[in-house]
Structure formats: C-alpha cells, structure tokens
C-alpha cells in the first residue's frame, strides 16, 4: 500500500465548515507564521468557512497568540476568541476546582496569564517562601526559568504539599527549525512525576478534551453544527491526529512540520493512526 | 493530615442538582445492587435531583444495564438514558469513523450491541474468515472468548491489517467480591499493544470524554445545568475522581469498593488525586 | 548510511573461539532446526569453535532442549552443557533465595523441571489449596494452562501472599513461523504485574545475566578466554545485540528471524542498537 | 505480618565474609561519612570480613571515593579497589566496545574521568564541534553543565547521529539531607530517551551486571568465596535489596536512608520486594 497524498488542500477542506488548525508545523514555525497560510486563511474566511487553532501551548495568551495571525493586508485572520490552547483548559480547572490562592509555576511570565486569569495568584518557584500557603503547581512552559534550579526546587515543593500538580502542555517536544527540536514542559513533567510519585493532571491533544472545548466554542458560533462538518489539520499523528479520530471528526495530516514526507507512509503503517487525508501543506 | 470521612452522603449530595455515579463498588457489585442503594437513589428521584451513571462497561447495552437498577418497589431506578457506557463512546467512534463494513472483536456477544448498535457488522475473531475485509477492530469485554485462542489470533490479525482498534474499557481489573478482582479487557488490550505496536484507540474513565458525553446528555435534559451542579461518586482515584476533577466537576470518594477505608488516606496522599469529599458509601 | 552486510559469516566467525548462539530466528524455528544450521555448527565444532546457545526459554529442561540440535550425522551439536537456558537463571535464583519448600507455576508441566532442580516442589496453580504455604510462584511458559481461569487464579494469589513472583522468560512474543507469533509468558507477566503491583523478578536477554552466567561456563572450559574472543549471534536488536553490547561481547545480527532484511537498517538507526556485524542467516 | 528490625547489624553481619555496602544513605550522606560508621567498618576489618562499596556513582573516580572512606584514626576504611561503581561499567563498555575516539558527555569534569580511564577523549556536550566525529555519548552526572543549554544540545546531536548512547547512573534522584531530593542524570536520561527514541545502554543497580562485577573482584581476592557469604546492605529496595536478590545473594536494608522506618513495612509489602534482614542502621 503506498500514501495517496490528495493533491489540493483547498479542494478538499472547501467542503468543510469549520478547520481546526494545529499551530506549529501547519500555520507556523519558528520565524512566525509560514509563508502562504495568510492567503490560505483568507480564502477560508471569504468563502465562509470558519478557522480556529488548536494548540498544546501555554506560553502565552490567546490575545498574544493572535498577533501571530494578523497579516499587513488580511488583518487579524485567526481572531483570539477562534484560539483554544491547551493553558485555556488548565486555566478553567484551576477556575473549577482551585478557584483562589496562590498557585505556583513554572514557566515565562508570560505563560502565567492562565493562572491570573482564573482568579489566582501566580507565583514562581524561586519566590514560593510558603509551600503549604500554596492551593495548586503549574508546570507552564519550558522557559523563563533555571531548569537546575527550579526543576529541583519543584520536585522537592511537590513532594512535600498535596495540592493539584497541573501540566498545561502535554507535549514531549517542538520543533524549532527544519531540524532541530526543543524539550517541552511536558517531557519535564514526565520527569518530575517519576520522582515525585504523583499524579499529574495533563491538558492538550491527543486527549480529547481540547477538542470538546473547541467545539463547545463553535457551537455557540454555529448552533447547527455537525461533527462531519469539521476538520481537524495537523502534522503530528499521536496528538492532531489520534485526538481528532476519537473525538469523531475528520482528521487531516500535512507534512510540513513533524512528520517528513518520505516517512509519513511507514509512520501511519507502524502506529496505526490513520488521518482521513493527507497533504503535503495546507498551502495546497 | 488525617482524613475527613463526611458522615453523611445525602446532606451533602441534595445540595447538587445532578449526581453521576460509577456503577461497580458504588451502587453494585457482583452479586447486584448494594443493598439499601435503591433507597438512596429514590430519595434523589423524589428530591428531584437526576441519577445518572458512568460505567467503563461495554459488556452490555444500557437496556440491559437498566434492569440492574430496576427495583420491585421503586421501578426503573436509573433508566436506559441516563446510563452512559465507555461502550457508547466506542460505538460513537464506529459510528463516525468506521461507518459500515465487517468489524472484529473479542467479548460476549452481548458486548457486540455496540458494533451493531453503529451501523456495522461484529464478527468473533475466531469466526474471521477474511482480515483485509474488516475496517475495524474491538476489544469489549474479556469473557465470551478462548483467551489463549483468540488473544494470539488478534495479535496476529492487528499485526497485519492497518485498521482502527477500538478498546471500549479502559480498567485493567474489576472489583468481583470483597477479596477478588477479575482481568478487564483493559489489560488484555496494553498487553495485545506491546506486541502489535500500533496505537490502540481507548475509551472510558478517566479520560473526560465520556464526561462530556454524560454532561451533553444532562444539559438536553437540563439546558441551564452549570458544572458546579454535578457531584460524580466513585470508588476509584485513578478513574472517577481524577477524570471528575480534570473534567471540572465535584468528586466524592466511596469506601464501598476499591478504595479500602485503611488505606484511602495514604492513596490519597500517594497518589495526589484529591476528591472533593470522601464519604463510606452512598448509604450515609 | 546504507547497511552492510557480511557476505559470509564464516569468514568473519572463524575468527572467534566462541559463538553464543540465540536458539529461535537463528538455529531453528518452529518447524525445528533449520536446514544447513548442522553443517554450520559441525564446521565450528571442526575448527575447535566452542558453540553455546543462550535462549530466553523455560519450557523444557536443556536436557531436552540438546535434542533439538542432536542430528543423524553430526550427532549432538550442542550438548546439554553448552546449553544456557533463562529458566536456569530463575532455578538458580530459586535454590539460592527460596531454597525449599512448594512453589506456585504457570506453565507446561516440563517447564516445571527449573523448580523441581532448585530442589522446590512445583504446584501448578490450579492446584494450589494453601495460599500461604508457597515459598514462591513462578511464570515459566505461555503453555499448559487455562489462561481465562489460570490468569485470574494466579493475579489473586499473588495479591494476597508476599513472596518473590519469578519470571523465567522475559520475551513478549516469539516467531512461530514466517508470518505469526505467539504471546510469550513476558507479555503475561507484564499484565498481571500491572494488577498485582509487586516487582516481578525477571531472567533473561537483555539483562546481562544470562551471559555472565554463559561467561561462567565458557571460562571453565577455556580458563584463559577473552571478551573479545566472544560473538553472540541473534535475530534481534532489544535481547539478543543489546544485551551483548552491554556485556562487551561482540554480536551479529542475523536476518533469519525476527529482523527482516527489508527493515534491518531502518530498525538499526531507529533503535540506536548497533551489531558489530550483520549476516542473513549463519549458514553464509 | 509486622516488620521483624533485627536489634544488632553486627550480629548477624559477622557470619559473612564480604559485605557489600550501598553508599548513600548507608555509609554516608551530603555531609560525608555517617558518625560511627568507620568503627562499624574498622570493626569488619579487624575480624577479617571484607567491606566493598556498590554505587550508582559516576561522579568521580574510585580513587576520589576511597578519600571519603579514609578516617583519622583508622585509615583507609575502604581502599579504592574495593569499590565499585556504575561509572566502571559504563568505562569497560566504553574501552571494549568503543575503544578510541572522541566521546561527548554531560557532567562534571570528573565525572569525565570514567572516558578517559577506557582509553577515550571526552569532550563535554557544549564543546562539541564535529558531532559526526563522536563514538559515543556519556550521561555521567547531573552536575557540571547547563541543563537548559546542554540538555537540548544533546538532544538535537542524539537525534542525529547513530551512536552508542550510553548512562553511567540509572538512579532517578538521591537523597542529600533528610527532607530533599535532588534529580539524577537517570532521570535526565529517561528524558531524553523519550525525545531521541534510541535506546540508551545503562549500567547499575538494580541490574545484576555491577553484582557481577563486584563479585568477580571478590574472588580475586577470595577464590572460594561462596554467593551465601556474601551480603549486599542498602537503603533501597528498587535497587540495593531486588538487585541483590535477583543475583542470589542475601540483603539487608537499614532504615538510615531512602526508606522511612514508618513506612519500610507497607513499601516492603507494596513491592514485594523481599530483603533478608532488615536493620535500623549499619551502627547497630
């Protein structure tokens, strides 16, 4: 069996109402957005069908993430309200079931909006003096803090107190450039509840909880949405891929970011994930 | 820090407008209904606060499972409709994804309601005459099949044909009297995945889809319910409380199951998985 | 980088004064021992090559096993001797630590001869009336039980009592002809571990072990033998080569079993598991 | 069952011939040697029981070691030929599998030493300028470098290139005062392990490889020393005591280190790691 890559994105998303965007390897990649997706974004938008991003980060804000989206000619083309990431998610359970206090992190400062904006009070780990005064940990992003240091602090902070340890981004890591990868805060998390013994609550694909957001949020946009009326277009099959299958809607895999044209066939044969299309970009 | 254990299920409970409960260890175990159960849930039917339950179950349809809760006395405690089982979820995948075609699996044949019940064909793996005929696979349940037989002929079969294997349960033991536990299809299916290397596709607790399944379900029944309004009762950490908790909902813990009263503080801290109340059973 | 593979493996074996051999995928497969293999090993046995097998295997005695290898012309190949069994690993272990007394097993009642020469009286669990009266219980074979009742039986024992749980064979699955596999009793065992949740006490490739206790053997015979004068010949990278690598013995991978030609290089680089040599099959 | 404490280590330690002694949290701890434990090693001295230290350390050479275990009064407790440690072999891998060459690592500039010794040129991680020219990666320690910086340095140059990988220390932390922990390079390297996907070659506890070894030096000295006059002592029953059981020779675990008296009874039980004896300290 050899992959039939569909020759035109376009083509096939046209019959779609709604596309759901992974954010790095589809829109974007290290330089900001890739070349070609405004025009992509635009036609979408012209022919009435509506774009949203599903993200695992929680580096910073939807409003923030927006900026990325916004195009000299074509204006703000994924507006923040279309923008669910995996921080949103965090940020709703830390809402939910924290609800006040101080909470705290790892991560850019940045990537605390997801604490402020439940109603809590960030703080992070090399300014914690209180561990017990403490209601939740967020283990936010990779940067913006001294992994010898924090890390070990972290560790030692959770296993002392017994509080919600929440991790906003489930990926183990991103590309940076056509080569290169960084280690996310999930690999981090990985790490850090194998010494501390306990359980992490993760958030972002493949879970399918991000997509039920997603999709709640388009509901109240289009009330008479269908799950067939929806595609899900990513460049990772154990996250966009896997996630979009179980939660029911169409899935789409491009081979502009994670996985490699001339590894795409082997990938899907060796997992077993199988996207409903395949494309070399969604440029096509 | 020593435990709380609330000294009543009912003070606290009537004060939700929707309770989700699991089934085994909480309002049955292998012998039926708990006794005194039945009473508990009428007292919420007359309260006007609706039952549902939660069950990673696929080993028969929820018409079935219905007859559980149904009570000389009372009648239909908990009906067909408000029964959510990780099987639905499985047979919504079917439904959407697979959509018609000859589906393997292994369970009882009661278990075969969901591949039935999605449009598709079930055919007993040990009945399988033509593999590249089926567009999907499913491990339901772990009786109504030649373990030895049948667990080496779908290791086979996955390893050759490049399709969907739906796993409809995700627990990896049950509960089947004070002393005992049974081998769910949950570990048959991580033991199948170690040998055929694909990725298998899971549905049931603690994932939070089949929350929002059960939640969508509450909310066509009560469209202004919030999720502040719902308690979901379990006797497991690692399944209904932390799938409660990441799905954004109150969770109380029961000592009727799982969770030993001598040690539900220890796993408490052990584990970091934090009910909202811990109570002995659903009968205080 | 492209693989190379050596056009004979005498060329480069003669070189050795002994060759460890896996026994499945190298010597025979389930049809027996595989055509040509005699010749090969006569021809080492010729040259003053010393042959040893090394195999993750508990169902029979090497007694029995220096059948297999036993030919019309040749006469005994590899006598029992020469013959490195997993299960005398787990004898080894039960007559140093557990020293005497009855000893649960799963598996074929010829495997249970790795208890019986520890000096342990061996119990099928079927027939287990007392609990508390083993001294130990032992995974030895995926044959010669009912798997349904056997399994379960053998995950509420071993709940309940507190003694050391042996696995006399860690492989997941083994070839048993060109296309299929079997469930080998280390998949069982992975499974009931994550239900019981006690450490299993495992014997086999990779661990070095098995080739110190080989090394032991071979020293005996050869005081003045070298690592370096060692090769361990397997058909696949996760036991056989990594396990010889890690001892610091050189392997060669060979074709015939599990590793296909077609995969050998890609499964190289994708594993980070490097042969010192690779051959299609020893008889080159 | 309640825990049996045997009231005097030395007692029953006295009917050995050799002890072998875990390091941390049983010899010493962060602030060096344990008060009393040189008169408990002068006193196995004085009646002719040999004393050899097993660690997971490559942090510096056995030479650097042995000044730990060097007293005032009583001397060289320890000599450096009696201790053993990981990073011994991860060189004798290095010197017989690799042989010469460059060879990258991160850790500290002593920890370099276990490259050097098997005959290669180390070169830490961040100094690396031709990655094509490596033999071999070293995990060595968790100090001496940067972990934001190295870690994804080596990543990225792991990804890359195909080439033994390999980690002188499986412990995922170690105590360094009563209440914290600090993060050991195992953990750093079951990170990476997950991002690269190659599979790292570890040497150490619980692995039977550094008994082995151990041994091999002890009957140098000893030519008739026998497995049942050898005790191994530890302060952890995942590693020192499983180790020790699984290579057939008997264990004491003393209180003084990773395993809280409190709890040594349920983790005891919890694993079913099973050791010999069981002993408050080695000064009892």
Same mark, same amino acid.
């Given at each position: ?7 035109? %994105?376009?083509?096939?998303?046209? @019959? ?27 036609? %979408? ?20 993430? &927006? ?61 914690? #003096?209180?561990?017990?005064?403490? =209601? ?6 990779? &940067? ?52 501390? =013994?306990?359980?992490?609550?993760? %958030? ?6 991000? %997509? ?45 970011? @994670? ?16 996207? #409903? ?6 440029? #096509?």
């Amino acid at each position: 069996m050899s992959l039939l890559i569909e020759p035109s %994105f376009w083509e096939i998303a046209k @019959n779609y109402r709604v596309i759901m965007f992974d954010a790095f390897g589809v829109l974007k990649n290290s330089h900001g957005i890739i070349e070609g997706v405004p025009d992509t974004v635009a036609r %979408f938008r012209e022919a009435g069908i509506a774009s949203y991003v599903l993200t695992n980060d929680a580096s910073r804000s939807p409003q923030e993430m &927006e900026k990325t989206y916004t195009h000299a000619r074509h204006g703000a083309l994924i507006p923040a309200t279309h923008i669910v990431s995996s921080g949103m998610l965090a940020s709703e359970f830390l809402a939910l079931k924290v609800r006040s206090g101080p909470v705290g992190y790892i991560g850019k400062e940045a990537s605390a909006h997801y604490v402020r904006v439940a109603g809590l009070e960030p703080i992070p780990v090399d300014r914690v #003096t209180d561990p017990d005064s403490l =209601r939740a940990f967020c283990l936010l992003d990779d &940067e913006g803090f001294d992994w010898f240091l924090d890390i070990n602090r972290a560790v030692n902070l959770l296993r002392r107190v017994n509080i919600p340890i929440v991790v906003a981004n489930t990926d183990i890591a991103y590309p940076i450039d056509a080569d290169d990868v960084a280690v996310a805060v999930g690999s981090l998390a990985n790490m850090m509840e194998g010494i501390v =013994r306990k359980t992490f609550i993760r %958030f972002g694909k493949p879970d399918t909880q991000i %997509f039920s957001f997603a999709y709640a949020r388009v509901r109240e946009a289009i009330p008479d949405i269908k799950k067939n009326e929806v595609l899900m277009v990513g460049d990772t099959l154990t996250t966009d891929i896997i996630g979009a299958n179980k939660f029911g809607i169409d899935s789409a895999l491009v081979l502009s970011g @994670n996985t490699q044209r001339s590894r795409a066939d082997v990938m899907i044969q060796a997992s077993g994930i199988i996207p #409903t299309f395949v494309f070399d970009s969604v440029r #096509t």
